[in-house]
Nanobody, 120 residues
Framework: QVQTVETGGGLVQAGESLRLSCAAS????????MGWYRQAPGKQRELVAT???????HYAGSVKGRFIISGDNAKNTVYLQMNSLKPDDTAVYYC??????????????WGQGTQVTVSS
């Protein structure tokens, strides 16, 4: 069973930066897709950024040019560098990792979420 744990959330002021980390543990043969999502109070969970196993990335329009998703396959870790943060970025951020695990069986793992709060 693959588990993912997010770290790095916190309270920052508008304009500042944060870096979130997502570590996947367990038997992992390969990670084929990684993504960050967020959910603000009273809103649905939305995609923030994704990265394929080959390194191609996709960003939501609201974060494009400010956020950067990256990964370290050797450490089974995904990062989200968030720059020029805005109060609208306040949300719980979730990591999702998909890939092949034990016995080459596919897995789809979500973290528990980490709170990011941006004050104005």
């Amino acid at each position: 069973q693959v588990q993912t744990v997010e770290t790095g959330g916190g309270l920052v002021q508008a304009g500042e930066s944060l870096r979130l980390s997502c570590a996947a543990s367990g038997t992992i043969f390969s990670m084929t897709a990684m993504g960050w999502y967020r959910q603000a109070p009273g809103k649905q969970r939305e995609l923030v950024a994704t990265m394929s196993g080959t390194g191609s990335t996709h960003y939501a329009g609201s974060v494009k040019g400010r956020f950067i998703i990256s990964g370290d396959n050797a450490k089974n870790t995904v990062y989200l560098q968030m720059n020029s943060l805005k109060p609208d970025d306040t949300a719980v951020y979730y990591c999702n990792v998909q890939g092949l695990g034990m016995g080459l069986n596919p897995f789809d793992s979500w973290g528990q979420g980490t709170q990011v709060t941006v004050s104005s």
